[in-house]
Nanobody, 123 residues
Framework: QMQLVESGGGLVQPGGSLRLSCVVS????????IGWFRQVPGKEREGVSC????????TYAASVKGRFTISRDREKNTVYLQMNSLKPEDTAVYYC????????????????WGQGTQVTVSS
């Protein structure tokens, strides 16, 4: 059974960094596009970044481009989201998700979801 588990969230000051991890089990990264999403209460889930199943293509939301970097480790079946220069508006629950068909920043395309990890950016 496909499972995704996020970790690495926490409290960080503005300008700081965090690295989120998404460990995938029950399937290999080579078969799935992986996306990172975030959500705050009362708002829709927002696509942050994604990477293709082959790992060669990535996409970033305009709000995080130049600050966040998505990467994959095939041996560890893990996808990372390196977040630098964090801002208070980055505060949200961050989710990773797997897409069996392709990849993109639309949440409805994804088939499997993790439970989320809280990121809080505050002084």
């Amino acid at each position: 059974q496909m499972q995704l588990v996020e970790s690495g969230g926490g409290l960080v000051q503005p300008g700081g960094s965090l690295r989120l991890s998404c460990v995938v089990s029950g399937g290999t990264l080579a078969r799935f596009g992986i996306g990172w999403f975030r959500q705050v209460p009362g708002k829709e889930r927002e696509g942050v970044s994604c990477v293709s199943s082959g790992g060669g293509s990535t996409t970033y939301a305009a709000s995080v481009k130049g600050r966040f970097t998505i990467s994959r480790d095939r041996e560890k079946n893990t996808v990372y989201l390196q977040m630098n220069s964090l801002k208070p508006e980055d505060t949200a629950v961050y989710y990773c998700a797997a897409d069996t068909v392709g990849y993109g920043l639309e949440a409805e395309w994804y088939d499997y979801w993790g439970q989320g990890t809280q990121v809080t950016v505050s002084s």
